[in-house]
């Protein structure tokens, strides 16, 4: 399986972008796709999840702003980001659970205010 982000980069504070992450590989849908982010000097953290069945759950950070969502016939996922602050910087990565767990390479998203 591979992953592969696209979408990020430099946005000013209130402004949008949406990620994509194209999955390589069968069975797409049956996986959890999630959404991942890494500001410098902190761990990686939780941004958005999607099931196979299409039930979401989002960080309190994010909620109400960011929108995952998955088309399983083109084997991606996306997420959706609104209203961005400055604290949403950071390298967002996508991550696949099947038996074992895959990243994307990451892709940078930045907000200046």
């Known amino acids: 399986v591979q992953l592969v982000e696209s979408g990020g980069g430099l946005v000013q504070a209130g402004g949008s972008l949406r990620l994509s992450c194209a999955a390589s590989?069968?069975?797409?849908?049956?996986?959890?796709m999630g959404w991942y982010r890494q500001a410098p000097g902190k761990q990686r953290e939780l941004a958005a999840i999607?099931?196979?069945?299409?039930?979401?759950i989002y960080a309190d950070s994010v909620k109400g702003r960011f929108t995952i969502s998955r088309d399983n016939a083109k084997n991606k996922v996306y997420l959706q980001m609104k209203s961005l602050k400055r604290e949403d910087t950071a390298v967002y990565y996508c991550k696949l659970v099947a038996g074992r767990v895959y990243w994307g390479q990451g892709t940078q998203v930045t907000v200046s205010s």
């Open positions: 999607i099931t196979s069945v299409g039930s979401t």
């Open positions: 590989g069968s069975s797409f849908s049956i996986y959890t």
